[in-house]
Each structure stands twice: as C-alpha cells, then as structure tokens.
C-alpha cells in the first residue's frame, strides 16, 4: 500500500518559472492538504480540499494555486517561481470522519529557488 | 484562534536519558491532542494521540496525558536511544468538523551514543 506520494523529489527552478507539484494517495481519503516546511517555522498550511471538485485557502496561499480534479490527486502549482518559495513542500490526506482522524503524509518535495 | 506552543529546541540528551517535551494548547473547544514525529528525510507520522481530557496516549515507549485544567499534552519518554532522534510536533484538532490540524513548531531531538 503506497499512502501519499509526492512527486517530485527535488526540483530546482529559476525564478519566474512555473511548475506543478502532484500528491496521489490511494486509501480513498476525501481531506488532502499542501504544506510548506521553513527551519523555525513549522508546518504552515496552504491550501487544502474537503473533497473532489473543491479547495480552499489555507495560512499562506499567496503565489500558490490548487487543483483537485480527481478525488486521490491534488496538484500544487506555481505560477511563476519566487526565491521565498524556496521550501520542503509536504501533502497529506484524511478521511473525512471522524473529524479528528490523523493525517498521513507523503515524504515530501524540496523546492530549491534560484 | 486555536494555537499549540511547544518548547524551543534543539533538545540534546544522552542516551538512556529522561525526555520531556512540553506542549501546551490554546483552544475555543473540546480539541483533540495529538504528537506527530518527523525523521530525517522523511514526512510526520502519528506518534500518539488523545480524544479527552485525562486520557493517555502511547506508543514505542513514549507517552503524553491530555491535561484539561493545565492545557497541556507534555510527550515524555523514560529512555531515550539514538534511533529516536527526530523531529516533534504537538497539533490539535476536533472530532466533528472539517477544522485543519493545527501544529506547533516543531522541537528538534538528537540522542547522542
């Protein structure tokens, strides 16, 4: 059973550039969210979805954008790459009851911008 | 708003020593309480977790009480070892309700030989 993966592992970007990251779980989970990790910062909260079809900001959604067209993908992109989103990037998923079920997390993209 | 403070780390111990690791939570409600461990290179994963007041939660030899009147989930475990060097997040959220995890920041352990 693969749990969430992230992919990719490592990416290096100029600034200006765009990419997407993709997390795909395969427990059936309706709940996913993107994280970014920073030293000293914790964990902040960047967008997540409560289902197919639907997502919602988080505590730093700016420069960031999301898709959940299928229930087990949810894709992060950047539109155009700054220096401050320089990052470890982690997903994660949960089903939806009870409410207070863990989270299961992929192992994470680090996002280098040059 | 609800909000997890933990201590600052990096915590540096011995191996074999005591380890506490204080969290104390901020809360409009009923939450429930949860510790998350992040070894290197990899994402969290649920250490342990409590539902309600003085519950105890455990796992691998590690444990933390759900302290209502002290808000407070402090994670401790009476022997450390080496392989347990990691990082450490307190978090929060509520049975019903579709409410993000909150996290604390995070507290660095090594265990040094």
């Known amino acids: 059973n693969a749990g969430v993966t992230q992919t990719p592992k490592f990416r290096v970007l100029k600034t200006g550039q765009s990419m997407t990251l993709l997390c795909a779980q395969d427990?059936?989970?309706?709940?996913m969210y993107w994280y970014r990790q920073d030293p000293g910062m914790g964990l902040r909260l960047i967008h997540y979805s409560v289902g197919e079809g639907t997502t919602a900001k988080g505590e730093v959604p700016d420069g960031y954008n999301v898709s959940r067209l299928k229930k087990q993908n949810f894709l992060l992109g950047l539109e155009s790459a700054a220096p401050s989103q320089t990052s470890v990037y982690f997903c994660?998923?949960?089903?939806?009851?009870?409410?207070?079920?863990?989270?299961?997390f992929g192992n994470g993209t680090r996002l280098t911008v040059t | 708003g609800d909000s997890v403070t933990q201590m600052e780390g990096p915590v540096t111990l011995s191996e074999e020593a005591f380890l506490t690791i204080n969290c104390t939570y901020t809360a409009t409600g009923y939450p429930s309480l949860f510790w998350y461990v992040q070894y290197p290179g990899e994402g969290l994963q649920l250490l342990l977790k409590?539902?309600?007041?003085?519950d105890k939660g455990s796992n691998k030899g590690f444990e933390a009480t759900y302290r209502k009147e002290t808000t407070s989930f402090h994670l401790e475990k009476g022997s450390v070892q080496v392989s347990d060097s990691a990082v450490y997040f307190c978090a929060l959220n509520y049975w019903a309700g579709n409410t993000p995890l909150v996290f604390g920041k995070g507290t660095r352990l090594s265990v040094i030989a």
């Open positions: 427990m059936n989970h309706e709940y």
């Open positions: 994660a998923s949960r089903p939806r009851e009870p409410g207070n079920s863990p989270l299961h």
């Open positions: 409590a539902t309600k007041a003085d």
